[in-house]
């Protein structure tokens, strides 16, 4: 069982940047293949960013491209968000998932993730 706890969410202006980290409780944490998701108020829970097990592998939600990085530290059993000039329709509950790595989707679901964290609310003000 992993364990996931996302932090750094928060009020920030349009055009700022945030960055949002989530530290997982397993050691084999290079096992895994990991995610943010997001979702907003009355909406589904939409892709945003992927990394496979080693970082060598990224992918973006076509929202996301261009202004957020994701990144991971095997070392130290974290991965993070790093989210530049935001825009108010970023405004949702940031989720990190994992899933043992596999074969990379052509599509990321949430479905097709195995452990999740709680969310960290960002607020993106106009």
């Known amino acids: 069982q992993v364990q996931l706890v996302e932090s750094g969410g928060g009020l920030v202006q349009a055009g700022n940047s945030l960055r949002l980290s989530c530290a997982a409780s397993d050691r084999t944490f290079g096992r895994y293949d ?9 909406k589904d829970r939409d892709f945003v960013a992927a990394i ?6 990224t992918s973006y939600a076509d929202s996301a491209k261009g202004r957020f990085t994701i990144s991971r530290d095997n070392a130290k059993n974290t991965v993070s968000l790093q989210m530049d000039i ?4 970023d405004t949702a509950v940031y989720y990190c998932a994992a899933r043992v790595a596999s074969a990379w989707p052509a599509e990321w ?10 969310g960290t609310l960002v607020t993106v003000s106009s």
């Open 34 to 42: 990991m995610t943010w998701f997001r979702q907003a108020p009355g």
């Open 52 to 57: 496979n097990w080693s970082g060598g592998r």
């Open 109 to 118: 679901s949430p479905n097709g993730m195995t452990y999740w964290g709680k």
């Open 86 to 89: 935001v825009k108010p329709e």
